[in-house]
């Protein structure tokens, strides 16, 4: 039986490739890249957030940040508003396109707010089965997020300072006092160093050009015993006929795979994620992989990813917890 994936000599997928060039026309790439998915629910936000941090308290790391930077919220900026109503002070959120939209926060935060009034259990598999990392519970996590701390963390008028600060438009789309929205970033200085206990990702790191740059410049923002927790996704996005047929394209194909868009993948396999992390100086405490079988061999790949191992080839998503050394 012949396999099919794409590969550039005998069978190139040319859907991606003419959506690819479809981006340099205006009206199409404006209707093609309406919304990243996600956190466009309330509920999707409020399960990822928790999830974070039911795994964070089961690594040993801090389950009070009061500092959270998130990178790449995508539709709202709901997961670090799940944060604050959890009790962080201070929520960052760094983004290359400005996708998140005031009337939306302000809709999702208050369903927010609800669910965490009612300590409503985490949305789980049934209801979100592509959402990773998954955990051996969905219980409300009432272990950390006690009475106490909720009781202090959603008084009324913390909530309406929180309201407050979504609204508050002067710079960028709404920096308050407790909320710094940076869409586009560029720069690490944006965030002062070693001000930041916990930075964390969901489904963003796959797709950032310069990924060794961007874990530096995490480094650069945690203080020193403060983490980072990402999840990631390595598959093809459909780019590809095969979930890792992405790595069999070279990077001219790969160039008009992309085309204008902001952002598509970088395509770096799971270990050398893992690399850089070692190298910016983080220890990581948790490397959770999720296999999936490959029906590409190693032979297949484009020669600049003769270096992905069969280990790689076989991980199609990671969600890894680091500490700042
Ligand atoms: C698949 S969406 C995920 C959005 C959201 N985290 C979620 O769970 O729904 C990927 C996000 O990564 C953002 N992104 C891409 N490159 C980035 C970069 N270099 N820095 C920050 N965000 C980036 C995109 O703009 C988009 O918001």
Redesign the pocket.
């Given at each position: 039986m012949k396999v099919l994936f794409p590969r550039e000599a005998d069978n190139l997928y040319l859907l991606p490739i003419l959506k690819g060039l479809g981006t340099y026309i205006p009206g199409l790439h404006k209707i093609a890249s309406k919304g990243?998915?996600?956190?466009i629910s309330a509920r999707?936000c409020y399960s990822?957030w928790l999830r974070h941090l039911v795994l964070a308290q089961k690594h040993g790391l801090s389950i009070q940040p009061e500092v959270v930077a998130e990178?790449?919220?995508?539709?709202s900026l709901g997961?670090g508003l799940a944060a604050l109503l959890s009790g962080a002070d201070r929520y960052y959120a760094?983004?290359?396109?400005k996708?998140a939209l005031a009337d939306k926060n302000m809709e999702i935060f208050d369903e927010l707010a609800e669910l965490f009034k009612r300590r409503e259990m985490i949305p789980g598999e049934d209801e979100f089965p592509r959402i990773k990392p998954y955990l051996d519970s969905y219980e409300f996590p009432d272990h950390i997020l006690t009475e106490e701390r909720l009781e202090g963390a959603l008084r009324p008028s913390r909530i309406e300072a929180i309201r407050k600060a979504l609204l508050d438009r002067k710079n960028r789309c709404c920096c308050g006092t407790q909320i710094a929205y940076f869409a586009p970033?560029y720069a690490a200085d944006i965030i002062k160093e070693g001000s930041v206990d916990m930075v964390y990702?969901?489904?963003?790191l796959e797709?950032?050009?310069?990924l060794l740059g961007?874990y530096k410049a995490l480094y650069s923002w945690l203080r020193d015993g403060g983490f980072m927790s990402h999840q990631i996704d390595f598959k093809d996005h459909g780019t590809a006929g095969e979930w890792n047929g992405h790595w069999t394209y070279s990077d001219a194909i790969w160039r008009l795979i992309r085309g204008k868009r902001?952002?598509l993948l970088n395509r770096h396999p799971h270990s050398r994620h893992i690399r850089f992390i070692k190298e910016c100086g983080f220890d990581i405490v948790y490397d959770s992989k999720v296999k999936s079988d490959s029906r590409i061999s190693i032979g297949d790949l484009s020669s600049r990813f003769s270096d992905i191992s069969k280990e790689d080839l076989t991980t199609s998503g990671a969600f890894i917890q680091a500490v700042k050394r």
């Open positions: 990243t998915g996600g956190t999707y990822v990178l790449g919220p995508g539709d997961i760094l983004d290359i396109v996708h970033w990702s969901q489904a963003v797709h950032v050009d310069d961007t902001p952002y």
